[in-house]
């Protein structure tokens, strides 16, 4: 075979099928030799992802990847193929797939290859166990617990009491506090039905995250019920448009029941004023959840983290430790500020699954609670991370992306071609305008620049700008 990172496949296990790994009898051998060449290959790709001078994407169009390349196919058979076609298919995956953890990747909010990270997923897929119950996943449901009460924590909730979970992603934790507040205001919702509530509204920025309407759509409200809200020129929620909207839902007989306020839009980076939003919340007895999928993150910073200031006032949360903390994906976190609500809500109490008479305290079984009955492992990368850096690692590699932000700002403030979205009230995310491509509201379409990787450097940031200049001047 021929190597593609630089690896060579020793042929150790050969013309072998999947039924000389064990469990096989006698198959410990070709197991641990198959095992061994998987991770040369994953080595070889980690080390090849931080060299600079290797391509982002080796791109191929999809028609080229279905019809085959070079040995790499994705068809299925019916026969199993050999050990060393298994090889080639796991190197060839990685070869035409997409090197987030490059120093230069910066197209998703997600970004980096976190080392401690990757070698805590590993793990994770080597236990395959499941998070519905302590009897199943004793060591990973505590150290959940621990993990988002230290979270709750940060998040100003008094000794960080309250609930929570992980979930497979922000839209998913920003439709579980819908959920809650519904169930909250109308719990005879749980079991009736929608037709047992009155019209219901939900209010969110005009830049929220799409996943607010989503839930809306998704839980019966409907996206007619989702009321957008005004923004200023910094992206930020006007406060008064919310209580004029609000004021105007309940003339109409509509009953307002969420305001999801944003820490860190996905296009603008915006952080909506809490505060201000809190205290109509509690004018009109609404229930405020804050979207910090992507803002979450800036709670571990001293000197960032004034810019959720009022996130304690919230009664649910979403944080993604998978973008701006650099934690692989998978890893999104609902947290409520009421204990006990989420169960309330979600639990049917399974008998088969969850039984009150187990010789443990199953209090610590969090499955009913979840809207999943399987749920991924996804706390143990994450907590493995915390252990290797301790909060302040995470907050040197937070105040190190908003640095370079502020450093991309100050390159291209004043470089001729260049123009600002807005000033530097963002410093999550700039942009320059690319004034020959379409436009996009009532601006020109704009490129999004995301500083979330561990790995980027102030040189990056240098070759960024100077490549889009290069490639601009055939525009």
């Known amino acids: 075979l021929t190597p593609l990172y630089g690896e060579s496949i020793t042929g150790g296990v050969g013309h072998q099928i999947i039924p000389h790994l064990l469990p096989a009898k006698n198959g410990e051998e070709a197991t641990i030799q198959f095992l061994l060449e998987v991770v040369e290959i994953l080595t070889n790709y980690v080390r090849k992802t931080f060299d600079r001078s290797t391509k982002v994407l080796d791109f191929h169009h999809p028609h080229q990847l279905l019809e085959g390349m070079e040995g790499?196919?994705?068809?299925?058979?019916?026969?199993?193929?050999?050990?060393?076609?298994?090889?080639?298919?796991?190197?060839?995956?990685?070869?035409?797939?997409?090197?987030?953890?490059?120093?230069?990747?910066?197209?998703?909010?997600?970004?980096?290859?976190?080392?401690?990270?990757?070698?805590?997923?590993?793990?994770?897929?080597?236990?395959?166990?499941?998070?519905?119950?302590?009897?199943?996943?004793?060591?990973?449901?505590?150290?959940?617990?621990?993990?988002?009460?230290?979270?709750?924590?940060?998040?100003?909730?008094?000794?960080?009491?309250?609930?929570?979970?992980?979930?497979?992603?922000?839209?998913?934790?920003?439709?579980?506090?819908?959920?809650?507040?519904?169930?909250?205001?109308?719990?005879?919702?749980?079991?009736?039905?929608?037709?047992?509530?009155?019209?219901?509204?939900?209010?969110?920025?005009?830049?929220?995250?799409?996943?607010?309407?989503?839930?809306?759509?998704?839980?019966?409200?409907?996206?007619?019920?989702?009321?957008?809200?005004?923004?200023?020129?910094?992206?930020?929620?006007?406060?008064?448009?919310?209580?004029?909207?609000?004021?105007?839902?309940?003339?109409?007989?509509?009953?307002?029941?969420?305001?999801?306020?944003?820490?860190?839009?996905?296009?603008?980076?915006?952080?909506?004023?809490?505060?201000?939003i809190a205290d109509i919340c509690e004018k009109y007895n609404l229930w405020l959840h804050v979207d910090g999928a992507w803002g979450g993150g800036l709670l571990m910073s001293r000197k960032h983290r004034h810019k959720l200031s009022g996130v304690e006032r919230a009664n649910s949360v979403t944080w993604n430790p998978h973008k701006m903390m650099g934690v692989p994906l998978q890893c999104s976190a609902i947290l409520v500020r009421e204990k006990g609500i989420m169960g309330g809500c979600n639990s049917m109490c399974a008998g088969y699954l969850f039984q009150p008479d187990k010789q443990y305290d199953v209090t610590y079984d969090t499955g009913d609670k979840a809207i999943q009955c399987g749920r991924h492992v996804d706390i143990f990368k994450f907590w493995l991370m915390w252990k290797a850096k301790g909060t302040i690692g995470f907050e040197q590699h937070i105040d190190k992306c908003l640095d370079l932000s502020q450093y991309l700002y100050n390159k291209i403030k004043n470089r001729e071609g260049y123009q600002m979205v807005q000033n530097t009230y963002r410093q999550e995310k700039l942009h320059r305008v690319a004034p020959k491509i379409k436009p996009q509201g009532n601006k020109v379409n704009f490129f999004r620049m995301v500083v979330s990787n561990p790995a980027a450097t102030q040189s990056d940031i240098d070759f960024l700008i100077d490549e889009i200049e290069r490639l601009g001047q055939d525009l």
């Not at 060393?84 to 120093?103: A, F, M, S």
């Not at 109308?186 to 079991?191: G, L, N, S």
Request: with cysteine.
């Open 72 to 276: 790499f196919n994705l068809e299925l058979s019916d026969q199993p193929e050999s050990l060393e076609q298994i090889l080639v298919d796991c190197r060839d995956t990685l070869k035409y797939g997409v090197r987030t953890g490059h120093p230069r990747f910066f197209n998703q909010l997600s970004t980096g290859l976190d080392i401690i990270g990757l070698a805590g997923e590993w793990l994770t897929s080597t236990a395959n166990t499941n998070m519905f119950t302590y009897e199943i996943a004793p060591v990973f449901v505590l150290m959940e617990q621990l993990t988002l009460k230290k979270m709750r924590e940060m998040i100003g909730w008094p000794d960080g009491e309250g609930d929570g979970l992980f979930s497979p992603g922000g839209a998913i934790s920003n439709m579980y506090s819908v959920m809650i507040a519904r169930y909250k205001y109308f719990p005879e919702v749980k079991t009736k039905g929608m037709s047992a509530a009155p019209r219901l509204v939900l209010f969110t920025s005009e830049h929220s995250h799409y996943s607010i309407k989503k839930a809306g759509a998704a839980l019966g409200f409907g996206t007619e019920n989702v009321i957008l809200l005004s923004t200023d020129e910094r992206g930020r929620v006007i406060p008064a448009d919310l209580e004029a909207k609000i004021l105007d839902a309940k003339q109409k007989g509509y009953v307002p029941l969420f305001v999801n306020a944003t820490a860190g839009s996905t296009v603008y980076g915006a952080f909506d004023p809490i505060h201000e």
